[in-house]
């Protein structure tokens, strides 16, 4: 398997499956650690604030079973930063090394998903693992692709804002749709003033209640949905980003679209340009009095311009499909076997993914965020005897 690591210069590198560990008991591992998963972030500059604490904070968002529309699965993904901080919290600029471990992985949840092994599971990735790496793959609950995964990629993160946080760049991600039912008039404010105020995260709290209806039905029918997640960065400066072939919409697509279950990733108005004419689609630059620096009286683009960031906010949609695993009978095959049948795979779930990607969706941003400004800086940094005229990075 290759691909376990993300970014350039600020480098964040996951290993660790769903339950790895829990179905190798002879093993010598401790029981925390059967599904315990692991992050190696390099590239993290010496000199800030990192608490264990801190980072446990990003991943609390994204654990389950802490609210009724959550799996009931109450994994406890405490983590131990065992590298790369010195005893008052602060980096050293050496690898932040993180370990991540799950305390509750039960037999009989873990004999369900091993009795699977053989079935394709309809939307998960267990069939394509199954070409791809055989019989010796570790597929249980969905192994490397599964969404435990993301909790590294949570730390990772956390390690990112830790430093952005000092730069005044703020990443914030939020639910604005669940099945077919929209959040209305959200803007960066309103999101931060009703951030997790309800347990979907939606910054509309009348939506909200709406959609936390909605999913209690469906989970009480044994489905799922899916939903639309909204990012928006804020104070990210212009010259981010490359205009080729890194430019900064394709650096974060990467990141975005690397998280399982995302089918779809719009920036600013996304599809909507297809529908309007140039004059409505572009938007119009000024110079602002204050500043004297270049503004846009609108953010159609979602705040990147031929690749490169414009200072303004970057704004992100990105679709999130049905969670795969329903409580209903579906068609489909044994792979071992070679036949088909039909079969209910009765493994607890979440009835929709949104409320525990954006958590995710945060941190790869900002991961791609941080790395973009080190390409950005360094490369600034070098040019700096030539008499350019340039803003601030
Ligand atoms: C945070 C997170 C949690 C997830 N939880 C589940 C889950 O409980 N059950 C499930 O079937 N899929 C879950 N998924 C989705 C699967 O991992 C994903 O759909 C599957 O690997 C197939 O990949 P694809 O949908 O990107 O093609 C989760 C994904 C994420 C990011």
Not at 117 to 134: D, I, L, M, N, S
């Amino acid at each position: 398997m290759v691909g376990n690591t993300f970014g350039r210069i600020f480098k964040v590198t996951t290993c660790g499956e769903s339950y790895a560990g829990g179905f190798r008991k002879n093993l010598d591992v401790p029981q925390e650690l059967f599904g315990g998963l692991m992050t190696i972030v390099d590239g993290v500059p010496p000199g800030i604030k990192l608490t264990a604490s801190f980072v446990q904070n990003e991943l609390d968002k994204r654990r389950p079973g802490r609210t009724k529309l959550d799996t009931p699965r109450n994994e406890r993904d405490k983590v131990y930063i065992f590298s790369g901080v010195m005893e008052d919290d602060i980096t050293t600029g050496a690898p932040v090394g993180m370990i991540i471990s799950n305390a509750v992985v039960e037999d009989e949840h873990l004999n369900k998903h091993k009795s699977y092994k053989e079935f394709v599971r309809p939307g998960q990735a267990g069939y394509t693992f199954f070409k791809k790496y055989g019989q010796f793959a570790d597929n249980i609950g969905a192994g490397r692709a599964s969404g435990r995964e993301t909790a590294a990629r949570v730390a990772g993160g956390a390690v990112a804002k830790a430093v952005l946080d000092n730069m005044g760049i703020d990443v914030i991600a939020f639910i604005t749709e669940i099945h077919g039912i929209k959040a209305e008039n959200v803007t960066y404010e309103t999101a931060k003033a009703n951030y997790q105020k309800n347990e979907i995260n939606c910054p509309d709290l009348k939506a909200s209640e709406l959609m936390t209806k909605e999913l209690l039905k469906i989970k009480e029918e044994g489905d799922s949905c899916g939903g639309v997640v909204e990012i928006i960065a804020r104070g990210v400066p212009a010259g981010l980003g490359e205009p080729v072939f890194d430019k900064l919409q394709a650096t974060l697509s990467h990141a975005i679209m690397s998280i399982g279950a995302i089918k779809a990733v719009e920036f600013g108005d996304g599809f909507e340009h297809t529908k309007m004419r140039g004059s409505q689609s572009n938007d119009t630059p000024y110079i602002d009095e204050e500043t004297r620096r270049v503004r846009f009286k609108t953010n159609r683009a979602g705040g990147i311009l031929g690749g490169i960031s414009n200072g303004e906010d970057i704004r992100i949609r990105v679709g999130v499909k049905p969670t795969p695993t329903i409580n209903i009978s579906q068609d489909t095959v044994n792979m071992y076997k070679e036949e088909n049948v039909n079969i209910e795979f009765n493994t607890r779930n979440d009835p929709c993914i949104c409320t525990r990607i954006y958590p995710v969706c945060e941190a790869m941003v900002r991961i791609a965020l941080l790395d973009a400004l080190y390409v950005a800086k360094g490369y600034r940094a070098i040019s700096q005897n030539i008499d350019v005229r340039w803003d601030k990075l």
